[in-house]
Each structure stands twice: as C-alpha cells, then as structure tokens.
C-alpha cells in the first residue's frame, strides 16, 4: 500500500484562547527559523468549550496562520448511548472492558463532526488532547503532539494521572496499545507531550519534553508583536488608555479572574472579596478570564473592566505598561507577565472558604504535591500561602 503523501505542513487544534496565544508562538518560531523556505500552518479553534467569538476574523487579519478553520467537536454528554460506559461499578475488570468500548464508540460518535482532513498534515499539535480529538485521533491512527493546557497547569491537576490513579501503569499500558486512551502523552499515537517546564510536573512521565514559553515571547521581533496584538485585540489604543492614570501617581491593582468556581454567585463573591481585601488604596483593574462571562461591569462600577477576551500573557507585547499589584487566585498566567511590580497567587485553598475543598484540590487528593500551594511575592521574597 502506498504511504499517503502530506500535502500540509502544521495543525494545530485550540480550545481555549490560551491554546490560541502559544500556538501562534510555535508558529512565529517557525517562521523566523526557516524563512524563505516556509510554509504557514493552519489552526483550528474547536466550539466545543469556548465561545471565541470574531477571534477566526482577527487571526486572519493578523495573517499568522493559513487558514482559520472551526471544529464541531462534541462533547460526550452529547450522545446518551455513552453514559452507562461510564458509570462506576467498582470492579476493576467491568470498568475496562466499559472503557475499551467507550473509547472506540466516542470515536465513532465523533466521526460526522470531525470534517478536516487530518492525514494531511505533517505534525498536528492538540491541546487538552482529553477531549474527544484525542479519542478520535488515535481510533484513526493519526500520530499528533500533545501540549499542556495551560502554562504549567499539571502543578496544579496533573489529570492524566489523577483521573486513573487506580492501577494507574495498568490503565497506561491498555492506553498505549490503543485498547482505551489516556491524555498528556499515554496514547499509542501521541508522539509526545509538550510542557513549558518538566521540574513543576509532580509525577515522572516519560513522554515530556520541555519547550519554554518565554524565550519564544522574547525572540519576536516588533513586526511579530503587532500581529500577536492584532490576533487578539480589536482596538489597542482603546485598551491602552483604559490602563492609563488619571491622575498623577494613581497606581493600579489588577486582579486576574478564572472560570471557577463554576457557581457564578460565589465567583462574584470571590471577586469582590479579593478586591477589597488586596486591592484598597489603588485604581483596580479586572481582566476578566477569557471563559469567564460575568458582568464585571455591573459588579463592579468603580473598577475598570479591561474590553475584549484575550490572553494576559498578550499585554507583554504593548509598551509602557506597569502594574504596580496583580492578585490572582491558582493561574500560572501570573508567572509569564512582566508589566506587574508585586504579584500575589493565592492558591487554590483560598477557595475552601467558597467551596468544598476536593472540588479543586485535585492533586493533592490524589497523594501528589504541589496541589495547593500558593505563593504570593511580597517584597521581592516568596511566601507560602497556608
């Protein structure tokens, strides 16, 4: 049989605006690297978990990628026919054999909605690769590189193995002869998995490799960071002067919001919280997270509310910025932006108080480290938060 000639050079397939901002990154790595012998990669923002808005027409103008293509990716719930695969019978042999045919039929069940052409790539590179692309990816045996989530977030929930902590090198060893599929690297067909720093992953996986965010921020040229601006801001000036003192000496408190917890009321209730404990005496900002769809606005009327859905990390490319406080409750964006003089990460306890504890104390619930700990730079120092 004659071996399938790639005809496309680059894929790769977002979920959150996050996934977005780096792979445009990898992209303008490549760009600088092979110059006149280069050919653009495309990029695919699936629906399934994020509304992205006008962000396809951005990215086109932005002229980073070749094409700008949707996914209709589905999530499970979607068909009902897979629910009773994934209940809990508590035997260990009916659970596998339950996930080997769940594995393949979420595959099958995907496959009217998986509508681009995959085996014409020569790497594809998957984001949260847990959701079903990943399933899908292997049941076709498409060979694809995974790329953590979000910056550094196995610290905080290193999922593949939390959610198969049970017999864990078992459940590998059935995922890497395709017979069920586990994220972040264990798939027969995922070549490896992409994180920005192997020392804070708190469980060994041999399947890492290390590619640092912040020196491909720091080789952009100018041209390079206007169009990471343009592929996520529609109007910078008008963002900049939201970020302007009014008044001379008037300094900022920004505090970074997150898509948890998912209770809206309590969200707020957190928020308001934060700002009037850390923020009093500065003119506060809130970025909204790019998933976070509360009205700060009306929440909060004499905070600024910076405009559009974008990645913090995307404010490193403006100049003549400077924060003097940022205050965000377990993001590891926090760590990847330079314009903020103090910078405090509360941690994930900081939620007990809004929340039961194993609602988001995963790595820790399941004996790993690293899980809730929050550290806040007070002065230059680093201090545990209890």
């Known amino acids: 049989m004659l071996k399938r000639v790639k005809t496309k050079s680059r894929l790769y397939v977002c979920h959150t605006f996050y996934h977005v901002y780096v792979s445009c990154l990898k992209e303008l790595k ?7 012998d280069y050919r653009k990669g495309d990029i695919v923002l699936s629906r399934m978990s994020t509304d992205f808005g006008s962000l396809d027409k ?19 719930s979607f068909f009902p026919e897979l629910a009773k695969y994934r209940e809990n019978y508590g035997n260990i042999v009916k659970h596998m054999v339950n996930r080997m045919i ?14 681009i052409d995959f085996k014409a790539y020569e790497d594809i590179y ?30 905080n929930l290193d999922d593949a193995f939390v959610a198969n902590s049970g017999h864990f090198k ?21 070549l490896d998995m992409e ?11 041999p399947y890492l490799i290390e590619v640092p965010r912040k020196p491909l921020e720091k080789a952009l040229t100018s041209e390079q960071k206007k169009q990471m601006i343009r592929a996520f801001v529609d109007d910078a000036d008008s963002l900049l002067t939201q970020m302007k003192p009014q008044t001379e000496g008037e300094e900022f408190a920004m505090f970074l919001t997150e898509p948890h917890p998912q209770d809206e009321e309590l969200r707020k209730k957190v928020c308001l919280d934060v700002i009037e404990k850390y923020c009093k005496g500065y003119r506060v900002l809130i970025k909204p997270h790019p998933r976070d769809m509360i009205d700060y606005v009306d929440l909060c ?7 559009g859905r974008f990645p913090i990390e995307v404010l490193n490319m403006f100049e003549g910025i400077r924060i003097k406080k940022a205050v965000s409750i377990l993001t590891t964006a926090m760590n990847a932006i330079e314009f903020v003089e103090e910078k405090i990460n509360l941690g994930a306890s900081f939620w007990d108080a809004y929340e039961a504890p194993e609602k988001h104390a995963f790595n820790k619930k399941a004996g790993l480290k690293l899980a ?6 007070e002065n230059g120092k680093d201090t545990k938060k209890d």
């Not at 951005?58 to 499970?76: A, R, T």
């Not at 998957?126 to 953590?148: M, Q, R, T, W």
């Not at 809730?372 to 730079?377: A, W």
Request: hydrophobic share 35%; proline share 3%.
């Open 30 to 36: 490549i760009q600088r690297e092979y110059k006149h």
């Open 58 to 76: 951005k990215l086109i103008s932005s002229d980073i990628f070749g094409e700008v293509i949707w996914l209709d990716e589905k999530h499970e």
């Open 102 to 115: 769940f594995t393949k039929l979420l595959a099958k069940c995907e496959e009217p909605y998986m509508t």
């Open 126 to 155: 998957v984001f949260c690769d847990s959701d079903p692309i990943g399933y899908y990816l292997n049941y076709k045996h498409i060979y694809y590189h995974a790329v953590e989530d979000g910056l550094d977030c196995l610290k």
């Open 170 to 190: 078992l459940k590998t060893w059935f995922s890497k002869h395709n017979l069920i599929f586990i994220m972040n690297g264990y798939g027969k067909y995922c």
């Open 195 to 205: 994180v920005n720093d192997i020392g804070v992953v708190p469980t060994e996986c």
């Open 301 to 307: 009327p004499d905070c600024v509310v910076l405009q």
């Open 372 to 377: 809730n700990e929050g550290i806040v730079k």
